[in-house]
């Protein structure tokens, strides 16, 4: 679909440089009196003086706007009023009939992008903390993919350290095969609690965990056998999790802390001839510039501990530097919490420093905010402890199916469970990614899953109307051979505005990963298409205005379906 937005700026921009002598930004907005709004003409008094409407009146007479503008008005101070004519959004909206991109172009520059998101902990289950992340990073990896990137998905697990001495020896303890058992069901929280209570009440196994985990970092083969046993099987509950989300994720995206090890002394080494590395309390440390703790002194990244391990932080600079080095990727995506914020904007300077993170090349933390009870703290079961995701997930397809059933009886009992998992899965997709991720939400599953407001179902329920309309109507979809759209009355112009939009906004929210703005585009465009319905006749209608109401309703039918699923939301034909 055209850009409306570009196309306005294409003919404002040359018009305001006559008028100032130099490049001025035409500043266009959706507007409440028009379909756009230029407000460039109020800044300009600054630079060339004058009075704001006289500026806006040159500007006008000079910008070529005829063959596309059916008005263009200024008002109040000084604002460029300007209404597309009726035809001119008809013949652009009719590129979008039959395209399977609904005339969405391809990023121009595509570029390899690696996208750290999910990262749950190996030996434990995933719970509602890691939803966020998993979700988001999802998102981000289908609309990349979509626009013609290269999307490197780096799934970057805990899954070594200390505690695996500690799971280790609890494994021994129990027998291999009772707990590849016991793992292979899903109970990791079981298996860590059994080994935690252990290791702090038993000082014979707490001395046994610390020996094995200096084997397990010398590579001692037994030992590296018995630890691929846990993280294995965690991978494979794992996997199971991230199907039941109906996320993108595979085994192959999977890189652990433990892929870095060989790599982390390099990075010392690196950085020390880089002359970065400095000596403190015993550590060998990066102090980049500009950070500060709660004392006033300088906060470091401890690369390299006192005792000859490795800190956290030689990881993440072993995992940042492969990826722009070995990977080549020139966009970095890290979909982390908000609290790691300083952290990683420190492990981002320090790579700028060591001068593996340069131009082209970029970092960005797509930061988020936590899932919230309806208390307002932390989401977590009565009894304080996290929630478990399976668990989340399993109450959401219960509730969605209990409102399918009400909402369509006559649904048989395959299709009532199809759709139910589409709408509660969706139901919870939707509610996070419909929020300003960088805000909290309270997690509640009775609004999600509701048919009203702005939620998964109601979206879902509005393209499945769509698809009826073409059963009824006897039509397969998508359309073919219309070559031209009446668009006449007020319903059908609000319908073929928002249509329009769409690959603007799309450009936007791959810049910004700010995915609520897509999530309220939808919603407007339902609200729309619920508006035009009502208003103007599809079925009843003949000739021309049918088959142009037709094309209307299949591309937004087309246009729900696509950016449900570049959110990772099934979108059903039948509800």
């Not at 409440?32 to 630079?47: G, H, I, T």
């Not at 500026?55 to 263009?72: K, M, N, Q, T, Y």
């Not at 590579?219 to 996997?239: A, C, H, P």
Request: proline share 4%.
């Amino acid at each position: 679909m055209a850009n409306l937005e570009e196309l306005l700026h294409q003919r404002l921009a040359p018009a305001f440089e006559t008028v100032a002598g130099a490049p001025v930004d035409p500043v266009i907005r959706r507007s409440q009196r028009a379909d756009f709004q230029s407000d460039a003409a109020l800044a300009l008094v600054r630079k060339i003086g004058g009075n704001p409407r006289d500026i806006a009146s040159r500007v006008v007479e000079a910008a070529e706007l005829g063959d596309l503008c059916s008005s263009v008005e200024i008002s109040g101070p000084g604002f460029i009023n300007l209404t597309f004519a009726d035809d001119v959004l008809a013949r652009l909206l009719a590129d979008s009939v039959g395209d399977e991109r609904l005339g969405v172009p391809q990023a121009k520059n595509p570029e390899t992008i690696a996208i750290d998101y999910s990262a749950p902990n190996a030996a434990k289950e995933m719970h509602v903390g890691h939803l966020r992340s998993t979700i988001i990073g999802d998102a981000a990896v289908r609309l990349l993919e979509w626009q013609g990137h290269t999307v490197i998905r780096q799934n970057h697990i805990g899954e070594w350290g200390t505690p695996f001495g500690m799971l280790v020896e609890h494994l021994l303890d129990i027998g291999e095969s009772e707990a590849a058992h016991e793992l292979s069901v899903g109970d990791l929280n079981g298996f860590y609690r059994a080994a935690r209570v252990k290791f702090d009440a038993d000082v014979t196994f707490k001395d046994r965990a610390r020996k094995r985990v200096v084997l397990l970092q010398s590579g001692d083969e037994t030992t590296l056998r018995l630890w691929k046993t846990l993280v294995d099987e965690s991978k494979k509950y794992f996997m199971t999790v991230y199907g039941m989300l109906g996320v993108r994720l595979t085994e192959d995206d999977f890189f652990g802390e433990s892929y870095y090890n060989d790599q982390l002394q390099s990075v010392v080494d690196e950085l020390d001839e880089l002359g970065l590395l400095r000596l403190s309390d015993g550590a060998q440390c990066v102090f980049p510039e500009g950070y500060k703790n709660r004392s006033g002194d300088p906060l470091p990244i401890i690369v390299k501990k006192g005792d000859g391990g490795f800190g956290y932080g030689a990881t993440d600079l072993a995992t940042i530097r492969h990826r722009l080095r070995n990977l080549q990727a020139t966009r970095l995506l890290y979909v982390v919490g908000l609290p790691q914020h300083q952290h990683l904007a420190m492990i981002y300077d320090v790579a700028r420093d060591a001068r593996w993170l340069v131009p082209p090349a970029r970092a960005e933390h797509v930061g988020h905010g936590s899932i919230l009870g309806d208390d307002g703290k932390m989401l977590r079961t009565r009894a304080g402890k996290s929630v478990k995701l399976v668990d989340l997930l399993e109450e959401a397809v219960v509730r969605a199916s209990a409102v399918v059933a009400e909402k369509n009886p006559e649904l048989d009992e395959d299709a009532r469970a199809a759709v139910a998992q589409a709408v509660g899965i969706g139901a919870v997709k939707y509610a996070d990614l419909s929020t300003d991720r960088t805000r909290d939400y309270v997690f509640d599953v009775d609004r999600m899953v509701s048919f009203e407001g702005n939620t998964a179902p109601y979206l879902q329920y509005a393209r499945a109307r769509i698809c009826s309309i073409f059963r009824r109507a006897g039509v397969e979809t998508p359309l073919q051979g219309v070559e031209k759209l009446v668009i006449t009355e007020p319903a059908e112009r609000a319908l073929a505005l928002e249509l329009l939009e769409f690959s603007s906004l799309l450009a936007e929210v791959a810049e910004t990963l700010e995915f609520h703005k897509l999530a309220n585009y939808l919603y407007g465009l339902a609200s729309a298409f619920t508006s035009f319905y009502e208003k103007c006749p599809v079925l009843r209608a003949e000739g021309d205005v049918k088959q142009s109401r037709l094309a209307l309703c299949d591309i937004t039918a087309r246009t729900l379906e696509l950016g449900l699923g570049l959110l990772g939301i099934e979108a059903p034909d039948r509800m």
